[in-house]
């Protein structure tokens, strides 16, 4: 009997240790929000596609700001740089329109895949706290760069990760980058919230139910036909085959998360100071 009670209770710890640094406003029912992500190529808001979808349902405004034109991912000696950058920035129009996200709140850096972490880092610091001094988003959308340890990511990702959160800690000081608000009119701005992706399944603490978007997301990412088909290998062209339609669908639903009956989306939530983002 007390094994039972002791167990009980240390369930009832870790179900509320689990949910601590939950929104007290469920994402589900954010309206009129400003929220923006950052990533580092085309394709790198799929993993919030259905999250994305609803949030712009739902009277808010969505941007995306991607930091390379994915002009590297394939392995297709035939097709130049320029033209993939080309392919990508229309895929990634195409799957945004997709998600209800106009084509004018997509802003792309422009500087090569693969190549993100050997820029010049107060150049792209200063593009991004433009932007977020413009925009003033409420929320954060990023690559998680770790919480109390730092998370591996890829080049680009990991890049983008530290990018991301650097400029919101730099937006929100208007000292840094004065010229902005000296000559551009613009005004430091603070990013309270943040729904960090990809990041330790063990500091998730948010859901996001986007069951009633399960199609819109499988559709957006359907347009990605030249990173995930034909285009790895021999890009033959935006159309695909029937059965490479299939089994495109397939691979997309083998990467979505379902639980108790729904699809769901997974985040760590963090309110407060950029500052204390990795604490």
């Known amino acids: 009997m007390k094994r039972k009670c002791l167990f009980f209770l240390v369930l009832l710890f870790f179900s509320h240790f689990s949910l601590k640094g939950q929104p007290e406003i469920p ?17 790198d808001e799929a993993r919030s596609h259905g999250t994305l979808a609803m949030l712009q349902d739902h009277g808010n405004q969505v941007y995306v700001v991607i930091l390379t034109s994915g002009n590297v991912g394939t392995q297709d000696p035939q097709i130049s740089m320029t033209d993939l950058a080309r392919i990508r920035k229309k895929e990634e129009i195409d799957a945004l329109a997709e998600l209800g996200i106009p084509a004018d ?16 880092k107060e150049e792209i610091m200063t593009r991004l706290v433009r932007q977020i001094r413009k925009y003033k988003p409420d929320i954060l959308m990023a690559y998680d760069p770790g919480k109390g340890k730092m998370r591996w990511h890829k ?49 998730y603490n948010t859901e996001v139910d986007i069951t009633q978007y399960l199609e819109v997301k499988i559709n957006a990412f359907m347009k990605y036909v030249s990173q995930f088909t034909s285009g790895w290998s021999k890009y033959t062209g935006p159309e695909m085959s029937p059965e490479e339609e299939k089994q495109f669908r397939e691979r997309i639903k083998e990467r979505t998360i379902y639980k108790e009956g729904k699809v769901i989306e997974q985040f760590r ?4 100071s950029p500052d204390g983002i990795g604490r």
């Open 27 to 43: 994402v589900e029912k954010w309206t009129e929000k400003t929220i923006m992500l950052i990533g580092a190529h085309p394709d």
């Open 105 to 120: 709140h997509y802003i792309n850096m422009g500087y090569n895949d693969g190549m993100l972490e050997m820029q010049d």
């Open 155 to 203: 080049a680009d990702h990991r890049t983008a990760s530290w990018l991301a959160v650097d400029a919101c800690r730099a937006a929100m000081w208007p000292l840094l980058y004065e010229g902005q608000i000296i000559h551009e009119n613009l005004e430091a701005h603070e990013v309270r919230e943040y729904l960090l992706f990809d990041g330790f399944p063990e500091d």
């Open 269 to 272: 939530y963090y309110a407060g």
